[in-house]
């Protein structure tokens, strides 16, 4: 298993422009999500995904889309991007929905800088 | 809210020693705990994962406690590597949102040779 695994590693933005992190899991886990870590700022939730068709906002869902079209891959959408969104993007799934004995994976995220 | 604090933010310490992590959590009414670590650069590796009815877990070197009606849990490392510096990340499951975690800003650990 590749785990999850995301792309772009390294991204460089003008303010204004939109782009999608990609993010895609190999395990057929249900849950999927999406943080940002800043520095002394911990790790953020800022979307997640119970399953394929549904998601919900987390803690800063503000310039963020994203959707859940199939159980592997939930793309993370960059609107307009602004220098505050400049940050690591982390993306992470977990197993079977309703299941709190599992693990969370993380891929090796997206180092984004919006100029 | 669930606040997660952990003590120290950064530590170092020669090889061999062994050091006790700290993580703080504001609400006991938690489902499990997560201690994960962290490379420069990379992404967050699992190490160990505490039920809420659990007092403990192992694995190696590694111990982790957990004392949810003082809302506190210890990473301990036994006998410290260089290869152990690195990040280390508590990170609480609050259960009001499956799968969300709360995390703390983590502690930042050297051990060298």
């Known amino acids: 298993n590749a785990g999850v695994t995301q792309t772009p590693k390294f991204q460089v933005l003008k303010t204004g422009q939109s782009m999608t992190l990609q993010c895609a899991q190999d395990?057929?886990?249900?849950?999927m999500s999406w943080y940002r870590q800043d520095p002394g700022m911990g790790l953020r939730l800022i979307h997640y995904s119970v399953g394929a068709g549904i998601t919900d906002q987390g803690e800063v869902p503000n310039g963020y889309n994203v959707s859940r079209s199939t159980t592997e891959d939930f793309p993370l959408r960059l609107l307009s991007a602004a220098p505050s969104q400049t940050s690591v993007y982390f993306c992470a799934s977990t197993g079977t929905s309703g299941s709190r004995t599992d693990t969370q994976y993380f891929g090796p995220g997206t180092r984004l800088t919006v100029l | 809210k669930q606040e997660v604090t952990q003590i120290p933010a950064a530590l170092s310490v020669p090889e061999g020693e062994n050091l006790v992590l700290n993580c703080s959590f504001t609400?006991?009414?938690?489902?499990?705990l997560q201690w994960f670590r962290q490379d420069p650069g990379k992404g967050l590796t699992s190490l160990l994962l505490i039920q809420s009815s659990q007092r403990e877990q192992t694995s190696g070197r590694l111990n982790a406690s957990l004392d949810k009606s003082s809302g506190r849990s210890t990473l301990y490392i036994a006998a410290s590597q260089p290869g152990d510096s690195a990040t280390y990340l508590c990170?609480?499951?609050?259960?009001?949102?499956?799968?969300?975690?709360?995390f703390g800003r983590g502690t930042q650990l050297t051990v060298w040779p």
């Open positions: 395990m057929n886990h249900e849950y």
């Open positions: 990170a609480v499951d609050r259960g009001s949102t499956l799968g969300r975690l709360y």
């Open positions: 609400d006991s009414a938690i489902y499990n």
